[in-house]
């Protein structure tokens, strides 16, 4: 899409992390590579729409709320409960309609606690309104140090389908480890 030269005003990416302040060094760590792929694109002689970052937390000012929901960033990192809030609102519900990709940090911290069975509720609240909007399901990415056991969090993060019998099955997960072979 950005090679179009033109990205829609909604929220394609949706990074959530439990911890405020990562949330918000992951913002600003996104500043410096979306300029690098800007100045790349620009010496190639590619056309590029500017793709645009926010962070989204329950300290976030009324001006950037309003802000946001008139030009909201196209990756939109948040918190858990914000996530919550947001999906509740029906003026910002809208823009996160069509997100493509939820990447979940720190993993470990919010699976099997109370927080952790919340967002697990809200990611699959916002996948039935994606698919409820004629979009592909969104690719879940969950990122952590500390998964363990890797496969049961995988499972946890993906969540369950409903089966005819009333039974649930747990959807398929692609596992990859990065923590095998250092260099």
């Known amino acids: 899409d950005a090679l179009a030269g033109a990205l829609a005003d909604e929220v394609a990416v949706l990074y959530v992390s439990p911890l405020k302040a990562l949330a918000n060094d992951i913002r600003l760590n996104l500043e410096e590579p979306l300029a690098g792929v800007r100045e790349e694109a620009q010496a190639a002689e590619v056309e590029l729409a500017a793709i645009r970052a926010g ?13 946001m929901l008139r030009r909201p960033p196209h990756i939109l990192v948040t918190t858990p409960e914000s996530l ?25 911290a919010v699976a099997g606690n109370k927080r952790g069975a919340h967002l697990a509720l809200t990611l699959e609240r916002l996948e039935r309104m994606v698919l409820r909007n004629g979009m592909p399901r969104p690719v879940r990415i969950g990122l952590s140090a500390t998964l363990n056991p890797i496969a049961t969090l995988a499972e946890f ?3 369950t389908e409903p089966c005819p019998d009333r039974e649930r099955r747990p959807r398929p997960v692609e596992i990859v480890r990065a923590d095998t072979v250092k260099r």
């Open 84 to 108: 919550f809030i947001l999906l509740t609102s029906p003026r910002f519900r809208e823009k996160l309609a069509a997100v493509r990709y939820v990447i979940v940090d720190e993993l470990h």
């Open 157 to 159: 993060l993906a969540g």
């Open 55 to 67: 962070l989204r937390t329950g300290d976030t000012p009324s001006g950037e709320r309003g802000a």
